[in-house]
């Protein structure tokens, strides 16, 4: 019988409502120490297994069919279904961002929904690998997945978590591979910049964001969260001048990394180009205005105008924060570009404001992840809500390795790719509804 009819079957003759109640309290709700509470359990208990046993002697794979009404609504099962068609492929591993994504601020606060835990252990004990992948640190998040999972499960070989958007990659259980550093691979000139950042992001701050900002604890990128709850009108105004001094910052370090020769004359767009100039003291002439500056600082206009020009968001922050400037990135000479071309600065709104290594983001510390898992023919879900989960996404659209999810509060640009390729989005603070569509895929993919 086709997949089609029996789901209808399935959904018409039953009442698989009433059956995913059930399941949900036996699942969520376990017995406690009251004979009172233990007596309701059993009873559900009880009662859920009458109506799969109804269901399994009832229809063609009734097995299967039983578990796919226990966890998943009617829009649900035939969602799965018409992903399984599109594809032919049951998913072979979760790549998962966590704030906003797993979790919300505003909806869950901050905490990963039971839910949302139940179907994770639900999937990896039907084994499929779990990649966590974040931009926290490595102790933070391991530290709320043993919480949330258990160590058990972190510690069981199939769950990896690439941390700090893909700079390093922990897979416990792995031997020699179980840590992997992966910005040690990057060239001194980009360690140095980085280095250079996180000794001066904070001592030379301005006096607001010294006060309002931490260093977040990360082993690579450099990371400004704010002293005040995420999303506050104090945390937006403290993050949006973080950015600009740390775009400062990189600019600086950048010009003295690149070891440029002599002068550099830097044209506005009417004079166009780039130009090197004769040996000199390395300062740095700015011809639209007639005032010559030190490396420094032309840095800091240079990193200004290239970032600005790369992202409308920071471009926004700079112009509304009166540090916008009025240069043509064309003009910014070769090998400054090269570096900033090497380093992402990342802008979450009253959240964060850091820099990352482009060539370390997220796909860098999936595709190593993937590896130590032994998943050599990837087709993943990934489920995220920021740029740096953009990127997984159009790699697995790109390589035909997986399908994208996003909550409905993701940014324009995930939502638009979500859109367009499956529509794959999910309320805010319910993760598992995606989840459960992934588990019925993979069970609907068994049947012959």
Same mark, same amino acid.
């Given at each position: 019988?086709?997949?089609?009819?029996?789901?209808?079957?399935?959904?018409?003759?039953?009442?698989?409502?009433?059956?995913?109640?059930?399941?949900?309290?036996?699942?969520?709700?376990?017995?406690?120490?009251?004979?009172?509470?233990?007596?309701?359990?059993?009873?559900?208990?009880?009662?859920?297994?009458?109506?799969?046993?109804?269901?399994?002697?009832?229809?063609?794979?009734?097995?299967?069919?039983?578990?796919?009404?226990?966890?998943?609504?009617?829009?649900?099962?035939?969602?799965?279904?018409?992903?399984?068609?599109?594809?032919?492929?049951?998913?072979?591993?979760?790549?998962?961002?966590?704030?906003?994504?797993?979790?919300s601020a505003g909806g869950t606060d901050n905490e990963i929904p039971r839910e949302t835990l139940h179907m994770l252990t639900r999937l990896h004990d039907a084994g499929v690998p779990v990649v966590i992948c974040t931009g926290q640190t490595l102790e933070n998040v391991k530290g709320f997945m043993i919480q949330g999972l258990g160590n058990a499960l972190v510690h069981s070989g199939t769950l990896s978590i690439v941390y700090e958007a893909g700079n390093g990659v922990f897979t416990p259980g792995h031997g020699s591979r179980t840590k992997q550093l992966l910005y040690e691979e990057l060239d001194e000139s980009v360690r140095s910049v980085f280095d250079e950042v996180r000794?001066?992001?904070?001592?030379?701050?301005?006096?607001?964001?010294?006060?309002?900002?931490?260093?977040?604890?990360?082993?690579?990128?450099?990371?400004?969260?704010?002293?005040?709850?995420?999303?506050?009108?104090?945390? +937006?105004?403290?993050?949006?001048?973080?950015?600009?001094?740390?775009?400062?910052?990189?600019?600086?370090?950048?010009?003295?990394?690149?070891?440029?020769?002599?002068?550099?004359?830097?044209?506005?767009?009417?004079?166009?180009?780039?130009?090197?100039?004769?040996?000199?003291?390395?300062?740095?002439?700015?011809?639209?205005?007639?005032?010559?500056?030190?490396?420094?600082?032309?840095?800091?206009?240079?990193?200004?105008?290239?970032?600005?020009?790369?992202?409308?968001?920071?471009?926004?922050?700079?112009?509304?924060?009166?540090?916008?400037?009025?240069?043509?990135?064309?003009?910014?000479?070769?090998?400054?570009?090269?570096?900033?071309?090497?380093?992402?600065?990342?802008?979450?709104?009253?959240?964060?404001?850091?820099?990352?290594?482009? +060539?370390?983001?997220?796909?860098?510390?999936?595709?190593?992840?993937?590896?130590?898992?032994?998943?050599?023919?990837?087709?993943?879900?990934?489920?995220?809500?920021?740029?740096?989960?953009?990127?997984?996404?159009?790699?697995?659209?790109?390589?035909?390795?997986?399908?994208?999810?996003?909550?409905?509060?993701?940014?324009?640009?995930?939502?638009?790719?979500?859109?367009?390729?499956?529509?794959?989005?999910?309320?805010?603070?319910?993760?598992?509804?995606?989840?459960?569509?992934?588990?019925?895929?993979?069970?609907?993919?068994?049947?012959?």
């Open positions: 019988m086709e997949r089609y009819d029996l789901l209808y079957r399935l959904y018409n003759e039953f009442d698989a409502d009433a059956l995913r109640e059930y399941q949900t309290f036996v699942d969520l709700f376990p017995p406690v120490d009251s004979r009172v509470a233990l007596e309701h359990w059993e009873e559900a208990s009880d009662e859920l297994d009458r109506r799969k046993t109804e269901i399994r002697t009832t229809l063609p794979a009734g097995a299967t069919m039983a578990d796919v009404a226990a966890y998943a609504d009617r829009e649900t099962a035939f969602q799965a279904l018409d992903l399984h068609n599109r594809y032919g492929r049951a998913v072979n591993a979760l790549v998962l961002d966590v704030d906003e994504t797993l979790r000794s001066r992001v904070l001592p030379e701050a301005p006096e607001n964001v010294r006060r309002g900002c931490h260093l977040q604890g990360n082993e690579f990128n450099v990371t400004l969260k704010p002293n005040f709850e995420t999303g506050s009108e104090e945390a +937006e105004t403290v993050i949006d001048d973080g950015l600009v001094h740390i775009v400062d910052l990189l600019g600086k370090a950048v010009v003295a990394a690149a070891e440029l020769d002599g002068k550099q004359a830097v044209e506005q767009p009417d004079g166009g180009g780039r130009s090197g100039g004769a040996e000199g003291s390395g300062s740095v002439e700015l011809v639209a205005d007639d005032r010559e500056y030190d490396a420094s600082s032309a840095g800091a206009a240079w990193a200004r105008a290239h970032y600005a020009a790369a992202d409308p968001e920071i471009r926004e922050v700079l112009e509304a924060d009166g540090a916008s400037v009025d240069l043509d990135p064309g003009a910014v000479p070769d090998p400054v570009v090269d570096l900033f071309e090497r380093v992402d600065v990342g802008y979450y709104h009253a959240d964060a404001a850091e820099i990352s290594s482009l +060539e370390l983001n997220k796909v860098a510390g999936v595709e190593a992840a993937l590896d130590v898992l032994g998943v050599t023919d990837p087709f993943v879900l990934v489920m995220g809500d920021s740029k740096s989960d953009l990127r997984v996404m159009e790699w697995a659209k790109r390589e035909d390795a997986g399908i994208a999810a996003a909550p409905e509060h993701a940014s324009d640009d995930v939502l638009s790719h979500v859109r367009d390729t499956d529509d794959l989005v999910y309320a805010r603070g319910h993760a598992d509804d995606l989840l459960r569509t992934v588990y019925v895929l993979n069970r609907l993919a068994q049947l012959s």
